[in-house]
Structure formats: structure tokens, C-alpha cells
């Protein structure tokens, strides 16, 4: 596995770090300066999110099958929203902002080689 993250407005990048590493980490995520992870397995799929604590994205890729996905929750609120990170603005659906406790469990089952919950709903990432 490799952990890529921002520490201090500076890229930082992990081989095979512990479980526990990458949840301290993640629990210092803020818009100013630690705003962005990204783990990628040996197979190239990678979950990565961006924001702050409390309004924050998740993207999941799978190499193989070539999808992208912005991860969020079951609900009819899909009214476009922005929030932020040190790169900018993200523009995503309100569904889709999520918070720290999604991403440790997001990211805790990756690391696991587990499947996404059943609890997120994934919509196909499209550049825009």
C-alpha cells in the first residue's frame, strides 16, 4: 500500500504504513494544509478524500474496471454544493458530503481489503 498526503501544504508519501498511522493522519485533516489522502493498493485501486472534519469528499477508483466514484449517503438531497480544500473549491452533490467518521471507515476498510459498506451509494466520476 501507499499513502500519499498532505502534511503542512507539503506532499508526504508512506509504503505499507500501519493501519494506525494512517488514522492519525487522517484525524488531522483541515482546509489549510493537511486537506488531502489518498491510499492506493498494489493493484492501483486507491481511496482518496479531501475538505476538513466536519465537510469533507471521497473518491474510490478501481484500475481494473477503470471506474471512478464519488462516494455519499442514501438521501433525495442531491442539490450541488461546494466545500473546500487546500487546492480549492470541490463542487460534489450535498449527499456527498461526508465527514472524518465516513472517512476512518472508508479508509479502514480499504486498508482491510473489504468492500465498500452497503451504507454509501457510489456515483460515476465524470471530469467536468
Same mark, same amino acid.
Given at each position: 500500500? &501507499?499513502?500519499?498526503?498532505? +502534511? @503542512?501544504?507539503?506532499?508526504? *508519501?508512506?509504503?505499507?504504513?500501519? #493501519? =494506525?498511522?494512517?488514522? /492519525?493522519?487522517?484525524?488531522?485533516?483541515?482546509?489549510?494544509?493537511?486537506?488531502?489522502?489518498?491510499?492506493?493498493?498494489?493493484?492501483?485501486?486507491?481511496?482518496?478524500?479531501?475538505?476538513?472534519?466536519?465537510? &469533507?469528499?471521497?473518491?474510490? +477508483? @478501481?484500475?481494473?474496471?477503470? *471506474?471512478?466514484?464519488?462516494?455519499? #449517503? =442514501?438521501?433525495?438531497? /442531491?442539490?450541488?454544493?461546494?466545500?473546500?480544500?487546500?487546492?480549492?473549491?470541490?463542487?460534489?452533490?450535498?449527499?456527498?458530503?461526508?465527514?472524518?467518521?465516513?472517512?476512518?471507515?472508508?479508509?479502514?476498510?480499504?486498508?482491510?481489503?473489504?468492500?465498500?459498506?452497503?451504507?454509501?451509494?457510489?456515483?460515476?466520476?465524470?471530469? =467536468?
Amino acid at each position: 500500500m &501507499l499513502f500519499e498526503y498532505e +502534511k @503542512n501544504y507539503e506532499k508526504q *508519501t508512506v509504503e505499507n504504513p500501519p #493501519l =494506525e498511522f494512517i488514522m /492519525r493522519q487522517l484525524n488531522d485533516i483541515t482546509i489549510r494544509g493537511n486537506s488531502y489522502f489518498i491510499l492506493t493498493n498494489d493493484l492501483g485501486d486507491f481511496i482518496q478524500c479531501a475538505g476538513a472534519k466536519l465537510r &469533507l469528499t471521497i473518491e474510490y +477508483k @478501481n484500475k481494473l474496471g477503470g *471506474t471512478h466514484y464519488i462516494l455519499g #449517503l =442514501e438521501n433525495n438531497n /442531491r442539490e450541488p454544493i461546494s466545500i473546500n480544500f487546500s487546492g480549492g473549491p470541490i463542487v460534489i452533490k450535498k449527499n456527498e458530503v461526508l465527514n472524518i467518521k465516513h472517512a476512518i471507515n472508508l479508509f479502514s476498510s480499504f486498508y482491510r481489503k473489504e468492500e465498500i459498506p452497503k451504507k454509501y451509494v457510489l456515483r460515476l466520476f465524470q471530469q =467536468e
